[in-house]
Nanobody, 122 residues
Framework: QVELVESGGRLVQPGGSLRISCAAS????????MGWFRQAPGKEREFVAH????????DYTDSVKGRFTVSRDNAKNELYLQMDKMQPEDTAVYYC???????????????WGQGTQVTVST
C-alpha cells in the first residue's frame, strides 16, 4: 500500500511563491492519479488540483487557476504543487492523495498523506 508524505509547507508573504512536495513509498506513484486538497480552519477539505498518471492532463479549482501548477516525477516517486502569487485565502493544510480516476471529490481518493501547513501572511 502506497504511503504519502507531504513536505515544504511554511509561512509565505502575500504575493510570494512556494513549492510543496509529496513523496510516495511502498508503491509506484505512476499507478495513481494524484490530487492536492486543502483544508482551512473551520472549513471542509476542498479540491485544489489533480494530475493524470503521466502528467498529460491536469485540472485546478477556479481560485488557483493561473497561479498554481501541479506536476509529478514518476521516476522519483514524487508529486509537486508550485504555488505563485499566493494570497491569505490560500492558508490551509495541504494534502496529497492517490486514486484511480481524475476525480474532484475527496472520497474518490484511496490514500492520503498527513498534510503540510501553508500560511500566507505578513
Amino acid at each position: 500500500q502506497v504511503e504519502l508524505v507531504e513536505s515544504g509547507g511554511r509561512l509565505v508573504q502575500p504575493g510570494g511563491s512556494l513549492r510543496i512536495s509529496c513523496a510516495a513509498s511502498g508503491g509506484l506513484l505512476s499507478e495513481y492519479v494524484m490530487g492536492w486538497f486543502r483544508q482551512a480552519p473551520g472549513k471542509e477539505r476542498e479540491f485544489v488540483a489533480h494530475i493524470s498518471w503521466t502528467g498529460f492532463s491536469t485540472d485546478y479549482t477556479d481560485s488557483v487557476k493561473g497561479r498554481f501548477t501541479v506536476s509529478r516525477d514518476n521516476a522519483k516517486n514524487e508529486l509537486y504543487l508550485q504555488m505563485d502569487k499566493m494570497q491569505p485565502e490560500d492558508t490551509a493544510v495541504y494534502y496529497c492523495a492517490a486514486g484511480h480516476g481524475l476525480a474532484y471529490q475527496a472520497m474518490e481518493y484511496d490514500h492520503w498523506g498527513q498534510g503540510t501547513q501553508v500560511t500566507v501572511s505578513t
